[in-house]
């Protein structure tokens, strides 16, 4: 069971350039959410999706969107990097409102923008 | 959003209980008060959560202010694993599923 896996790990961006953060769960979750941390913070949250179809800001949503796939992927995408956007992006999912659940972390994706 | 406060840092001598202590003023009738623990270089992972009353499981003890208002994460005995930034959370229902807004955490030191 692998729970939610993060690709990449670790990624190098110079300013202005583009990419896509993945992530997917394998625990027919419900709710994903984007979070970042930057160095010796805690989490912030990015945006959240409560099922599949629908996405929502969270506490610093500029300079990202978001894709929920289907129900296992949820992808975060910075269309032109920022310096300010170097940090750890984590992603989550829970299970929802029907059920309790926790929030389930994967291991996360250390960007630097240069 | 629901914030929490947390002291930023606290030490602990191995063996010996661990009181961690949140502030939660603004916590509504529905919020669940949740906790979870960052090792180094890794993503949060569940620890506890409660309602009103207090909470037990394997890894620690969770005591809830009457007014839950602050509540206080127990670690009975503590490890050098335990060794983690420890973070306090409400979790509350928003736009059909629930949010979890992250304060800054305590760093807990745990001394051999």
Known sequence: NAGVTQTPKF???KTGQSMTLQCAQDMNH????????????????IYYSASEGTTDKGEVPNGYNVSRLNKREFSLRLESAAPSQTSVYFCASSEGVRSYSPLHFGNGTRLTVT | DAKTTQPNSMESNEEEPVHLPCNHSTISGTDYIHWYRQLPSQGPEYVIHGLTSNVNNRMASL????????????LHRATLRDAAVYYCILRRLTSGTYKYIFGTGTRLKVLA
Not at chain 1, 30 to 45: E, H, K, T, V
Request: net charge positive; hydrophobic share 40%.
């Open chain 2, 63 to 74: 005591a809830i202010a009457e007014d839950r208002k602050s509540s206080t994460l127990i």
């Open chain 1, 11 to 13: 990624q190098v961006l």
């Open chain 1, 30 to 45: 419900n709710s994903m959410y984007w979070y970042r941390q930057d160095p010796g913070m805690g989490l912030r949250l």
